[in-house]
């Protein structure tokens, strides 16, 4: 299965290159503190959101019904990273059409609805 | 390799992906991040290993941790994402 290019793009240049290749604005600090910062912040927060997750609970059904989790755990990892791709290269698409102050301000309120529904969830349950 | 159930699984992950939490976390901080590149590598291999728990776990994952804790994580994790976008500190953005 040959990576779509997207992928490739976004890995072509080595992850300790110096400069930061992302056109929002540039953070002085050093590119490997950014990186590895944004990286847990957001792996902690989308690993727990997802667990427990329909798509979990979905990939879960799926695995013990057909009782090869591997083929599953394939089909299922390719859709998310496409997921990710699709929304992050989606969020780049967006930072270079809003000015970075009011995307800011709508990601900010996005994430602030997202908590809400969690919130919603556990209340609701 | 069932190719037909490797179909299967992923145009059913595909589609319940699609605008879930996750995704729409990704195209937010992807759009406002230093990073976008942190911001995919960290969401696709946070749903990677929770996918990969799913998978090997079974119906077991939902005794490993009690969901209103697990929620409530989350929730306060996309909290204060949203709070450091929406004010960020006076020496500005470092997400």
Redesign the interface.
Known sequence: MSAPNPISSLQSDPIEATASTSNTSETPSAFGGTFWRVFLSTFVTIFLAELGDKTQVATLLLSAQSRSPVVVFLGAGLALISTSLLGVLLGQWLAKRISPSTLDTCAGILLLLITIGLIGDIVGQ | ??FQ??????????V???G?????????????????????????????????????L??S??L??P??L??????L??????????W?EPE????
């Open positions: 390799m069932d159930l490797f179909i299967v699984s992923f145009i059913t992950v595909f319940s992906e699609l879930d939490k996750s995704q729409l976390a990704a195209i937010a901080l992807g759009g406002s991040s230093p990073s976008p590149k942190a911001v995919f590598f960290g969401s696709a291999s946070a749903l990677l290993l929770a996918s990969l728990l799913g998978v090997l079974g119906e994952t939902a490993l941790l969901k209103k697990v929620k409530g994580l989350a929730a994790g996309f909290g204060l994402l949203a709070v450091r976008l929406l960020p500005g953005l470092d997400l």
